[in-house]
């Protein structure tokens, strides 16, 4: 080291500069080459990280069967491993809390609440049998020197299962980081046996501690994947959350501290948290009234810890350098290990077979052919070696190999005991099994894959029970904030000056908003301009309208009149605003400079009024007032200059009568892999809906709602109808009564509430076995078969067996016999009855004579566009 240091003397002030370029050039890559290979990254071949490595190895030394105080095994450990205890007891604690390896007694801490365990001394440890039939086997284990030199510890352990991707891993070393995730026990053996059989798997990470997870962008669990957990959030009731589950990497306290977090922040509106945690999850949100139980959920994905985004990065070491590769691999490469293992285990016992077979032989024939009495009377060793080789040989010509002096001596030592009771039957007994055995590893050997396979099976079968996929893989719609986020400001606005702002108390109130939303504000000369809200945000003089701005909002249309500035012709428009750039001016006239808005509109529904057109009174005008129906104007983009309303100078315009909306019913559909509502033609379409109308869900508990059509609804996991709320439209459904042990039919129509409301019986055995929303269902009914009969079954009409009743009703019984199951069939066909098709007629032909009332243009001698309507 002496010689990468430079020392030169600084003639200035006399002082001496040490460059230390050397020192750090190859003390740092020591440390970190020291940090990655030793310290945080796990190894391809056992997926241990050392100190893990070193407390197994040091249970397996002290094992007997019985618990073990976790302080002792520190202590042992440290012969091995050169850190501190600490280090020590916390990663066991992380190996123990696997629930993989270790068998524990005593408090462990608990990870769904972050509580940590209790001193090393008052906790007991041993390992598990799925640990000793697994990790362990010292016959095919490489050994190296402790860093003493005082003992022997593992390179690796021969673990026969792909544990790295069991346990998962995370660790930070010097200059790289590793990150994988835990993954099912049963779901990595059927994808060890998939690899085996030739099949590439795909897997994905599963986690203790539930809640749901979408790993649409997981990439094999190498860097750039992304993940996205969430925690599982029901609806008690209107104004109570329960959360069961907690995303991976929280604890209950975290997550109630990023939902108080939130609250303060106004971003979500809640009335108080209890966590209610004990042996399962469970936080309890109460809400304050008349805030939305389905918004605030989104809220929750949206502004706290219950919805995360981790970013997985499969970091290993393999032949002692760190490797980038995905979990697809890690799994080949561990199941192909596993493999070499168990064909290393059975080389060594079929050696180890065949010697006791070799041996067991040359003693049958060294007692069977009375060998020893030839030794008797000899005095010399050497003689005495030779002679039993002598005797032997006639006998030997079938031993797998030749007879050694090694095993010569072995046959010395036989006790005079063992000669005189020497039973010849149970020896021939006794090799036959070792022959049997030696062929069953030899067939093993021969068809190695499958043997393997059936060692991935036997542990799956062995210790698989309840150890089942825990997270739930869904698939997650993208929540907008804005839309789910609390109104917490107050928007005001100074018209004349052009300020908005959540500050501006002294000047005219706007409407509710958040922190996060856009507004948009209109002015007089024709111009908007979309900015985020802020405390006080100059939008431009002479403001005629602001609003909250939505993006991509199709259905808030605008009207407006406007005197174009070059040529003083007034224009009419319709449009609306989807999307712009913030803080940039944009015009609504053909002409920028000189314009100004007559008369301005904003419908959110797409409405169109009637407005009064008021002329200037001009010598050459005939007539001054006339009538305007915005609906005959076509809706287009805000670019558009719009038609010609009128030549001559406006007076006035008096609104005549409000419209209606002339938007087409809003088309909704259902997309099954989200479970939401949307209106961008995803999944099944449910059918077109106006303002008001509802839809009717029906869920496996026998719970029956009518909701409203808004695209943050969430609905329960096992709903089995979802339609279009037909108020004529009679529900039918067959249930099994708990209290009568009977099954009833009853057909209903749907009660006019927001409530949920059950339709079966509340005792706790009954079940909705059926539910059918047709007009004319029809079911089977196949009944148990009686001794020495043929099985019966029965089809039935529910609409003649049963008339429409109350929902509180009971309804009739369906049998008295036995049912073994009910199948639905295809309904009936419908006939609309004759006076809802005159009805439905007369419906028709007044919209066609709506249409006659056409409104038409007149030309007058000016060349003006005068609009009347024809009388």
């Known amino acids: 080291m002496s010689e990468e240091l430079e020392i030169e003397e600084n003639n200035d002030d006399s002082q001496n500069v040490i ?63 050169p850190h501190g205890d600490t280090s020590i007891g916390d990663a066991m604690v992380q190996i123990g809390n696997k629930n993989l390896l270790l068998d524990m007694q005593g408090n462990w801490g608990n990870t769904a609440t972050g509580d940590r365990a209790a001193a090393s001394r008052y906790i007991e440890v041993r390992l598990t049998k799925f640990a000793l039939d697994v990790v362990f086997n010292s016959k095919i284990t490489k050994w190296i020197s402790s860093y003493d030199g005082r003992g022997q510890e593992p390179v690796t352990l021969p673990v026969k299962f792909p544990l790295l991707l069991a346990h998962g891993v995370e660790g930070i070393a010097v200059g790289l980081s590793t990150k994988i995730l835990p993954h099912n026990f049963n779901e990595l053996i059927d994808a060890s046996i998939k690899v085996l059989k030739g099949v590439k798997p795909k897997i994905v990470p599963d986690f203790q501690s539930g809640g749901m997870a979408d790993f649409t962008n997981y990439n094999d669990g190498i860097r750039g994947g992304k993940v996205r957990v969430r925690a599982k959030i029901s609806q008690i009731d209107k104004t109570t959350l329960h959360i069961t589950e907690i995303p991976f990497s929280t604890t209950t306290t975290t997550l109630i501290n990023s939902i108080l977090k939130a609250n303060e922040k106004g971003k979500i509106k809640i009335k108080k948290v209890e966590d209610n945690t004990s042996e399962n999850v469970e936080i309890a949100i109460s809400l304050p009234s008349g805030i939305s139980p389905d918004k605030t959920i989104d809220a929750l994905y949206s502004f706290t810890d219950c919805e995360l985004s981790i970013s997985p990065l499969a970091c290993v070491i393999d032949e002692d350098t760190p490797q980038f590769i995905g979990v697809s691999e890690m799994l080949q490469n561990s199941t192909n290990h596993t493999l070499d293992l168990l064909k290393q285990e059975l080389e060594i016992n079929l050696e180890e077979l065949q010697e006791k077979w070799h041996f067991a032989s040359l003693e049958r024939i060294f007692i069977e052919n009375r060998i020893y009495h030839k030794i008797e009377e000899l005095d010399d060793w050497d003689l005495v070696i030779s002679t039993i080789h002598k005797g032997l040989k006639p006998f030997t010509t079938h031993l797998l190999r030749e007879v050694t002096d090694e095993g010569v001596l072995r046959l010395t030592e036989i006790k005079i005991k063992k000669i005189t009771k020497f039973d010849l039957n149970k020896a021939e007994e006794e090799l036959l099994k070792l022959e049997e055995r030696i062929k069953e590893i030899k067939n093993s050997l021969d068809n190695l894959v499958d043997y393997a396979i059936n060692y991935f099976k036997e542990l799956k079968k062995k210790y698989g029970k309840g150890k089942e996929r825990k997270t739930e893989i869904k698939t997650f719609e993208n929540i907008v904030a804005t839309k789910v986020v609390v109104a917490n400001k107050k928007l005001y606005v100074n018209r004349e000056e052009g300020f908005i702002g959540t500050t501006l108390r002294k000047d005219e109130f706007v409407c509710d908003c958040s922190d996060i939303d856009e507004v948009i504000a209109f002015k007089k000369d024709g111009s908007f301009m979309v900015a985020k809200v802020d405390s006080k945000v100059f939008m431009g003089k002479d403001i005629i309208h602001c609003a909250v701005f939505k993006k991509k909002d199709g259905r808030t249309v605008y009207n407006m009149i406007y005197k174009d500035g070059s040529k003083g012709v007034n224009y009419i428009k319709r449009f609306s605003v989807t999307g712009v750039s913030r803080n940039k001016d944009y015009s609504l006239t053909k002409t920028d400079k000189g314009s100004k808005v007559l008369y301005f509109t904003a419908n959110p529904n797409g409405q169109a009024e009637i407005v009064t057109i008021n002329l200037r009174a001009l010598q050459k005008l005939k007539k001054l007032k006339f009538d305007f129906d915005f609906s005959e104007l076509t809706i287009k983009g805000r670019s558009s200059g719009g038609n010609i309303l009128s030549k001559n100078p406006i007076k006035n315009i008096a609104l005549k009568s409000e419209g209606v909306s002339t938007l087409s019913a809003r088309k909704i559909w259902f997309d099954t892999t989200v479970q939401r509502l949307n209106v961008d033609g995803r999944g099944e379409l449910l059918g077109e809906f106006n303002a008001g109308e509802k839809l009717l869900t029906i869920n496996q508990k026998g719970e029956l709602q009518l909701i409203g059509t808004e695209l943050t609804t969430h609905f329960d996991e096992d709903m089995i109808v979802l339609e279009k709320y037909d108020p004529k439209k009679p529900i039918s459904a067959i249930y099994f009564d708990g209290g009568k042990q009977s099954y009833f039919v009853k057909r209903f129509l749907a009660e006019e509430t927001d409530s949920k409301y059950s339709i079966i019986t509340d005792h706790k055995d009954s079940v909705l076995e059926i539910v059918s929303t047709d007009w004319l269902p029809v079911v089977e009914i196949v009944f148990v078969k009686e001794k020495g009969k043929d099985r019966k079954e029965e089809k039935i009409n529910l609409e003649e067996f049963i008339n429409v009743k109350g929902t509180k009703a009971l309804g009739n019984k369906l049998t008295n016999k036995k049912v073994k199951e009910i199948n639905t069939l295809e309904p009936l066909e419908y006939i609309v009855p004759e006076d809802e098709i005159i009805e439905l007629e007369g419906e028709v032909i007044e919209v066609e004579e709506e249409k006659n009332d056409e409104v038409k243009s007149n030309i007058s001698d000016e060349g003006s566009q005068q609009i009347t309507l024809e009388l």
């Open 19 to 81: 460059h230390v370029s050397g020192m750090y050039k190859n003390w740092f890559l020591d440390y970190a080459s020291y940090v990655i290979l030793e310290r945080s990254v796990p190894y391809m071949q056992d997926g241990l990280k050392p100190v893990q490595r070193r407390i197994l190895h040091s249970l397996k030394q002290l094992d007997d069967g019985r618990y073990h105080k976790v302080a002792n095994i520190i202590g042992h450990t440290m012969k091995y491993h």
